[in-house]
């Protein structure tokens, strides 16, 4: 692009709370054919709460119960959950924290704390090993999450974001799961029509996320995204990698993202697009800052460049 259709293109975008940063990303923004959505933040507004607390169990081992019974009702399934997240940053973590607060709960400070990225927590709570995460957390402990698979399956349906809590007692290795809690976030209210838009224009649109494929799904059907394009449980260090094989066949996609995690993918795409309220290490990853937090500035800044270099060569 010439000069000026740069700067008519940057200026146009920064009315409109799209920056472009530098001159080339016009062209690019105009010859993506594909686009991939992170979920959490993204397409959703990243603001989890609480929603559901299920206690599974007590179950009798050898005719004697592993527990005492008053810790696996739900408040005690609660309470050993967020006294484990207490000190993890995770959006996750804080819905848990927060939902137990609210309950009224007395918290305790666990005796130790491990953060395991993209799986969850592991932590010593009253002398308990405690983990507090998905299936990939449990099984690597040897936890077996049959128990509570069909209630967190259900959960998942609903598009929440299902979290096992085990619990052993330390030092042994007879983890057992004691309790699903759920998550829910909400779809952006103009996802579906930056989706749909996108579309229409003939773009492809995909969904990546950490997030388990069941719960992925849910939240891709309601914005209208075909399960096929849906990249789900992608730990945090292969998003970039993701993103490398969707455009392994030659497409030319922009990735959206607002995360520490999407840093990496924004980097590898084509175009990489921050959401403006996401972290500081996206947005400078990123070619495109999203002022407004809105998908639908997807569109707008296709829109953009393809205005602006159509009309001055
Ligand atoms: P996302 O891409 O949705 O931000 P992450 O990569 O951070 O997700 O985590 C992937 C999955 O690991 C989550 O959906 C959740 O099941 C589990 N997980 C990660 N951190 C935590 C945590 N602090 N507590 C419970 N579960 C967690
Ligand atoms: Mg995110």
Redesign the pocket.
Known sequence: ATPAATMVGTTIGAQNGVLFEGGDVLERVRDVDTVVF????TLTNGEMELTDVVSVGPRADGGELQYDEESLDEDGVLRLAASA?RD?E????RA?VEGAEERGLDLVSPESFE???????RATVDGREVL???R??LSEADVDVGPAEETAERLESEGK???FVASAPTGTSEGEVVGVLANADTVKATSAEAVRTLRERGTDVWLI????ER?ARAVAEEVGIDPENVRA????GDKADAVSDIQSDGRKAMMVGD?V?DAPALAAAFVGVAIGSGTDVAIEAADVTLMRDDPVDVVRATRISEGTLAKIK
């Not at 449980?233 to 945090?236: A, K, S």
Request: no cysteine; aromatic share 0%.
């Open positions: 992170d979920k959490t933040g997240e993890s995770h959006p996750l973590a848990i953060n395991v990225p993209g799986q969850g927590v507090v995460g998905n990939t957390l974001t299902a979290m996320t950490g997030d388990n719960t449980e992608v730990l945090p995360g995690n």
